[in-house]
Structures are given as structure tokens and as C-alpha cells.
């Protein structure tokens, strides 16, 4: 019954055009079922002597000591024992034994289908065989490119001939349009990219053979018809739509053996360049609202950037724009390195570098990429990711300038709408953006007027992060709902109506009524998720680490109107929490918070949570697949007279010496 109301909503939001071209897509799928892909299609001829032609620079001999050292261990595991134990996405350590099983999912140990035709696969509506990111993430094969680095600097045979086993074992287990793997047009333009990118790093260390280079190359054909034939258009047109673009791209311009390799990157390049200046918004945050999509498509344009420097062909000019903005924005919304939590975030990375790809490392890429930070003024790592990324080097006279911090306290982004306050110690993210994109608003949370609170060394006040997308149905919505958000809940709905697990129906609409920047700051926005009531939120910077949060609950009819129940809702980081009366302590690490409220014309109780199961709350999911108890404070206001306001006052401090040690131990 599930499934079917979720068929029913998915139809109501496509139009008619998309429907045609679905039914289109349905028919080009049983065509390939019964007859399988025409000789033109796999028409492959590899040159005896074949190169990637994506050709990777000197690597720089300042860093190759350094680095050299950092990827030893890498080289080690992949030569030993352990080559085949990973972590994906969060999860603990598994070994996937001598040879990996690609449909094994590490959590349930349940195998995917492989033996049956991948159209038929309905990952969506599933229970039994877990999350499907997990054995897409081992298609993935995020140790691949750290493995071709470590075989790059050490010129190890050994490493380079792993790196190249793996592919040949995925291509010879994983045959085309048959099982799980290829169920996802966005998951064969990752292994295009990634392939690509470690075999260029090992093609003049281990001999590949020309048996060897033709399936894989066929392979790579097959994988961009795929993608060319089942582009995610329409209402599915979002960040997937991007790296199929770039699989195409990156097939066509790198692998010209099969006939047709011209039209992929032509297509591939004629998405990319309508769609990375509409995902990307002009003040550098994603259409999406999602920091960790928005590395993702930039992750992409630098992929595809790279390609056509290695043609020589022109970088649009409008994604030179949006680089210098993504990098601002990251510099601005990060807090001691760490990428802030809104909306979705699953944690994968297209091109997996061997270090953690920090917002202050993704922006000094951006600089480099758009000739705006000088290579004098790059750390090690940044360095090293443009050499990944074949950033070139400018010289002097092209560099505009190196990377500044801008010294006011406050930052509205538009037209995303984000706010960012930075205090002495701590920096304030509100969300007053919009739900996501339109219509599916797949990767948005019912979080409108939300605020998170960090501090260089902790977080404080937490967004719950995602933790699952299809395996736990339970869990996706509690994750996206408004009672697991910093923000305020009206008779325990939600703001924005989930119909499915990448799924909106009604959306709540936010307004940005007014701000000021400067040493003084404050920003008020309202949202009509509730109508005809509206919240309506300001929040003010009061000095030091010092914030004040008035909300307003009214109606807009002209008669009084009352509300069931207004629940405000406070969401700290795991740490120690006091409760008494109108006031909380919380006590991190190294800093202390603390959170006094008044309430007028109605009278209101506290619920405290803490890693609750039956009635899900009180849970932080900093990474995906992991989730821990954390404190939870629901104001609560029943049978309220409208208009109500609530003002909370909220400092931070420095814990003393002795508490911190107290705390540590």
C-alpha cells in the first residue's frame, strides 16, 4: 500500500512531458532486456598501444617526501593482509574477505540480486537487504584512488596491480544491466570518473594489456549509454543529473574508442554548462541547501574541469564565478573545519583523495581553480588535491588576490537566504533559506528558521545530521522532521509534508523580512509551513558569544485563534545538561552553554529526551550510518491564545581549566 501512495504522489509532480519521457525510458528498458545493446554501442577499438589521454603533471618535488610518507600506510594494507577490509560511509571496519562479494551488504549480510535484470530492482521500497548505499559505496570503491596515488608515488607494481585487479573483478561480476549495480545511472558516472582517474595515475606503472584496456573500455561505453539514455531529467534534475553529465563528458573526451564518444561529450558538456551555474546559486550555496551536495557538484565541475584543460578547451567563465562564491560561502558557514549539517549529507566523495576533504582544503582548491590564491599561500594538502584536481599553476601576474576573511560579524547569503553570525568564540548558522529544490525537494529537512551553534573545538547546538536515506523508513523521517530541528513545532506536524524518503508534498515558503550587517547584527524571517498561522523568528547578535532568538507565533486571521500545542525545541551536541526552571546549562569539552527563556501570555512545561526509541528524539547522527543519544528540550505551550512570543537568551563560554580536565576524563 506503501508503495503504490508513493507511485501515486511521485505522479502528481511530474508533468505531462515527463510522464511521456518516462514511458519512453521504460520501453528503451525493455528493449535492452530482450535484445540488448546494438554493435554500435559496443563497437570498441582500442589502439595496441592505448594511453589515457588525461595526462597528470610533475607532481610537485616539495611535497613528494611529505606525501610520499602520508601514503605509505595506504600502500602497506593495499600489499597486505587487510587489503580488502574498509569502512564505508561511516560504518565499522569489515573485511570483505580474499575476494569481495560486489553484492554483499556489510551491515545485514544479505546479497543484492545479481542475476536478474536491473530494471527489475526496487531498491526503494525495500527492507529485507538493508541500505542500498552501502553496497553501492563498495561499487564505488572509495579505497581505488588513494591506492593509485600510493602506487603513483611509490612506483609500486604490487599497488598499481590491485588498483587494476579490483576493476577487472567489479567489470567481470558485474555484467551490464543486471543486478544492483547497475541501477543507478550516478553510480556508473562515479566509477567512469574514478576509474579514469586511478588508471591514468597507474598506466606507466603496471602493464595493462590490450585484452585488458578493451573490456574495460567497453565497459566505460556501456556505462555513458547508460547514463545518456537515462539522464535524470525534469523533476529528478538535481546534483544526479551533474555526474552523469560529467560521466559523459569524461568517457567521451578520455576514452575515444567507441564511435560515438564525440556525441557523449558534447551532451555531457552542454548539461554542464546550463546546470552548474543553476545548482550552484550565485552567493556560492547549493540550490539543494546542502553544503555536502554542494562539494559534491564542485567535486564535479573540478573533474570536469580537468578534462577539458588536458583538450585544451575553455572553462566556462560562469563556473570561474561560482568557485570564487563556493569559496567564500565555505569559508563563512565552516566552523573550526567542520562541514555544517543541513539537509542531506551521506559522506561520499566522486573523487576520493586519501585525506578528508575539509571545507578550508575544498576552498583553497576553489581559489587555486579560479586564479585567485597564489600557490605561496596554499597548505601541503591544497597542493596536493589541485594536483589531483590538474589545477594549474598561475603565474604571479594572473593572481587577483589570496584568500581573505571578511571582518564583519554577519552574513546574509543571497539569494539562498542562509545567515551566519561569528561571535568571539562560537559562529551561528540560521537557516532561513527555502525547503530545497523544486519539486521533489529530494535532500531538504523540515527544519525552516533552524539554527545550529558551534564553536572551533565543539558543536553546541546541533542539527541531527541524516543517518539513513532508503534502509529504515522510521528513522529517514524523524531525521528530516521539525521536532528534530532547532526550531518550533505547531501540534506535532511538521512544517513540510514527507511523502517519501527523497519525497514533499506541501513545502513550507520562508520569507527573509530584514537584517543588519556589521558589528551589530540581526536577521528576522518568518515561514507560512503552518498557515494561516506563521512563525516568524529574530535572531540578534547581543556581543561576545551572546545570542538572543525572539519567536513570534501568530495568526493572520482577524479573529483571536488558539493552537493545540507550540513546542520550541532545543537540540544539544552529547555533553552534560542541566535543567532548572527557565534555564539550562550544558556543559561540552571546553565550552559551556546556557539557555534562559521567557515565555508571555501563556504558561509551559519542559520534556527532556535523551536517545529515545519508542518515541524517536534526543539523536545526533554526525556522520551517516552513525547515530548517538544526545539532549533534547521541547518548551511546550498547550492550548495557547495567539499571538505568543518566546525570547531565549543564549551565551557561551569557555569552560575553567579544571572543568575541562574534569570533563576530558
Known sequence: MKRLLWYAYRLRVMSGGEIASRLQQKLRELCLERRGLSRQITDISVPTEFKLPLRFSSFPEHLREYFTRQFAPIAQRAAGAERNVFSLLGLPAHDFGERIDWYKDPVTG???????????IDYRHQQKLGEVKYVWELGRMPWLLPRAVAAYLHCDARVAQGVLDDILSFIHECPPFRGI???????LAVRITNWTWALALIQNTVKISGDQWYAISEYIAVAAHYCMRFLSRFSSANNHLIGEATGLLIAGMCWPVFPWHREAARKGIEILRSEIPRQILPDGSSVEISPQYLAEVLEWSLCCAAVLRCQDEEIPREWVKRWQACARFLRTVSCGDRMPALADSDDAQILPLGLELTPTLLAGVLERAAGVLSPAACTEEVEFASWLFQVPTF????????????ATRGTVFL??????????????LADFASHGLA??????HADALSLTLSTAEEDILIDPGTFCYHGERRWRDWF?????????????????EIRGSFLWGRVARTWLERWTLGQVCECEASHDGYAPIVHQRRITYAGGDRYVVRDVVFTRKTRESRVDKVVIWWHFAPGELDLKENHIRWRGCSFECRLTWQVSKAEWTVERYFGNEEKPQGWYSPRFSARFPSPAVGIVLKDVALPVVCETEIEIAK?????????QT
Open 110 to 120: 544479505q546479497r543484492w540480486p545479481d542475476d536478474v535484470s536491473a530494471f527489475r
Open 480 to 496: 528530516r522532521a521539525t521536532k528534530a530541528h532547532n526550531t518550533v513545532e505547531l501540534n506535532d506536524e511538521n512544517q513540510s
Open 439 to 444: 519539486p521533489l525537494y529530494a535532500h531538504a
Open 395 to 406: 603565474e604571479p601576474n594572473a593572481i587577483a588576490r589570496d584568500a581573505t576573511t571578511d
Open 415 to 428: 539569494p539562498s537566504g542562509l545567515f551566519v553570525v561569528t561571535g568571539e568564540n562560537s559562529k551561528l
Open 181 to 187: 549495480h547497475w541501477t543507478s545511472g550516478l553510480e
Open 655 to 663: 569552560l575553567r581549566c579544571t572543568e575541562s580536565k574534569e570533563k
